[in-house]
């Protein structure tokens, strides 16, 4: 079992920037590819980028190329996503999910919510 931990959400001026990470325990995260999903109020859930075991390839949607970076430590068994020029829109619950082989979801995080004003 994988408890997944987001944290370096908050309040930011539209232009700023964010960190935020994503602490695994239970067991390491490192074979698992890894990925940030978020939910903005009224919406469903939509996949920001995903990072494989190795933090070789990375994948963004095209909303956020350029603008986001995911990352990753293994030895502290962390996902981080570094987010710049960031828009009201951005405005959402942010989540970590660690992916299983076939690409399915396999745990969750509880999310941490960034909030972006104009």
């Known amino acids: 079992q994988v408890h997944l931990v987001e944290s370096g959400g908050g309040l930011v001026q539209a232009g700023g920037s964010l960190r935020l990470s994503c602490a695994a325990s239970?067991?390491?995260?490192?074979?698992?590819?890894m990925a940030w999903f978020r939910q903005a109020p009224g919406k469903e859930r939509e996949f920001v980028a995903r990072?494989?075991?190795?933090?070789?390839?990375?994948y963004y949607a095209d909303s956020y190329k350029g603008r986001f970076i995911i990352s990753r430590d293994n030895a502290k068994n962390t996902v981080y996503l570094q987010m710049n020029s960031l828009k009201p829109e951005d405005t959402a619950l942010y989540y970590c999910?660690?992916?299983?082989?076939?690409?399915?979801?396999?745990?969750w995080g509880q999310g941490t919510q960034v909030t972006v004003s104009s």
């Open positions: 999910a660690a992916l299983r082989d076939t690409g399915g979801i396999a745990y």
């Open positions: 239970g067991r390491t995260i490192s074979a698992n590819s």
């Open positions: 990072i494989s075991w190795s933090g070789a390839n990375r």
